[in-house]
């Protein structure tokens, strides 16, 4: 029986959501597997799939660099890992950042997603709220999608395909083995997200 081990970036953000959303999308997708923080370049090692939270990107980004942990997952990614990076975990799998105030960021990122990002595009007064979005590679159902000071893809490459968009501008995307969200899945109760990450990981093994 296949086993998968997937990672989730344990350095900042909303961690424990995404942990408890693999374990229910692995149960009830009948997959046998088990979840790990990922916090070193030899826990990068051993995952057969990533997923980088929510939070604040900046943090994210300067302190898994400092160990080396960022630049293993980066050689991982461009060989092939799947990842699924969430609102922060968007921006930091992105080329470029760009903010509303300061045009663009000198934060540390990923940079393997071939897309510019625009962070906390969505204004004070709509900082956070949900909307259900239509993402047709998941169904005709729409999804509740869950934004936090989110950002809003602003310009992708040619190899990026585009989930998902509302008005504003493109909020999911997908490049190969690389998921992003503006949104965050895991705190929806759908969680067709996360099995569709699995899929991902489940062709890969
Ligand atoms: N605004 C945050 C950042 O730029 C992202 C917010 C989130 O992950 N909910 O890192």
Redesign the pocket.
């Given at each position: 029986m296949t086993t998968l081990r997937i990672g989730v970036f344990g350095i900042q953000?909303d961690i424990e959501e995404h942990v408890k959303a693999v374990n229910s999308a692995m149960e009830q997708e009948k997959l046998h597997g088990e979840t790990m923080l990922v916090k070193t370049p030899e826990a990068v090692e051993i995952v057969d799939g990533v997923i980088i939270p929510?939070?604040?990107?900046?943090v994210i980004g300067s302190l898994s660099s400092i160990n080396g942990t960022l630049g293993r997952l980066e050689e991982r990614i461009v060989k092939g890992l799947p990842v699924l990076g969430?609102?922060?975990?968007a921006?930091l799998l992105s080329r470029e950042a760009e903010d509303r105030v300061i045009g663009r960021t000198r934060q540390k990122l990923l940079g393997v997603l071939d897309a510019t990002v625009k962070?906390?595009a969505f204004g004070r007064q709509r900082e956070s709220f949900e909307e259900a979005v239509s993402i047709p590679k998941l169904g005709a159902e729409p999804f509740p999608a869950v934004f936090?000071?989110?950002?809003i893809i602003s310009s992708v490459g040619e190899q990026v395909e585009v989930l998902s968009r509302v008005k504003e501008g493109i909020v999911a995307v997908q490049q190969r083995n690389i998921l992003a969200t503006s949104f965050?899945p895991e705190l929806s109760r759908d969680l067709r997200f996360h099995k569709y990450f699995l899929s991902l990981v489940l062709s890969n093994k």
């Open positions: 953000g929510g939070g604040e990107s900046t969430t609102c922060a975990g921006i962070r906390n936090i000071r989110a950002p965050h």
